[in-house]
């Protein structure tokens, strides 16, 4: 007669709250990405990817929900290669839904009746994408200053504007979702004789 595995319960609990975690979060994005949410659920996000850690420190002898956890996992990580290709894509002003339906306006498809957006929704992709310009002009102001004030304090000025930008980048899209803000300035510190780049929210 086979052996019954021995489940760990807490274990099973935090799965199970990770798997809802990660539907309601999938939900959100896909709100995000129709323009229908304009707060990037970045702090849900990071949650899930946290207890995923904490999960792969906790030895379970269940062959199950070892293969369960690996599963989650695994779908997650699908997930965020979705979201970030995504978000590069809105970014960039080339997401699919905004090309479609600009491609409706330029040239009727015969047959096509209903189109993919409201106009609300394609409102809200345009303002995305207009704003995005505005973020890689205020990115290259501060990449600017930054420099300036490293070489001011005798640090070494060869940075490249990409790296800066994502690192700038990483910080706004945190403070949004942390504060729930869309506005974000930044500000040029010197702190122990080393510049810095500091991202705070705008009330």
């Known amino acids: 007669m086979a052996r019954k595995e021995k489940l760990d319960r807490t274990l099973g609990n935090l799965m199970d709250e990770v798997e809802q975690k990660m539907f309601l979060v999938k939900m959100e994005y896909e709100k995000y990405f129709a323009g229908i949410e304009r707060i990037e659920p970045l702090r849900e996000r990071d949650t899930i990817k946290r207890m995923l850690r904490e999960m792969e420190t906790e030895h379970t002898a269940s062959t199950t929900q070892r293969f369960k956890l690996q599963t989650l996992k695994s779908r997650y990580q699908s997930?965020?290669?979705?979201w970030t290709r995504n978000l590069i894509q809105i970014e960039r002003g080339t997401h699919?839904?905004?090309?479609?339906?600009?491609?409706l306006h330029a040239k009727p498809i015969p047959g096509v009746a209903v189109e993919a957006l409201s106009n609300e929704q394609v409102a809200v992709l345009q303002q995305r994408k207009e704003r995005a310009e505005r973020e890689e002009r205020s990115y290259k102001l501060v990449y600017d200053k930054y420099l300036e004030a490293r070489q001011k304090c005798g640090q070494s000025t060869e940075i490249s504007f990409e790296a800066v930008r994502e690192a700038l980048h990483k910080q706004v899209r945190l403070i949004k979702s942390t504060y729930q803000t869309e506005q974000v300035k930044f500000r040029i510190l010197i702190e122990d004789g080393k510049a810095k780049v500091k991202a705070v929210p705008q009330t």
Do not use: P, S
Not at 79 to 82: A, D, I, N, T
Not at 96 to 102: S, V
């Open 79 to 82: 997930m965020e290669l979705y």
């Open 96 to 103: 699919t839904k905004m090309k479609f339906r600009a491609d």
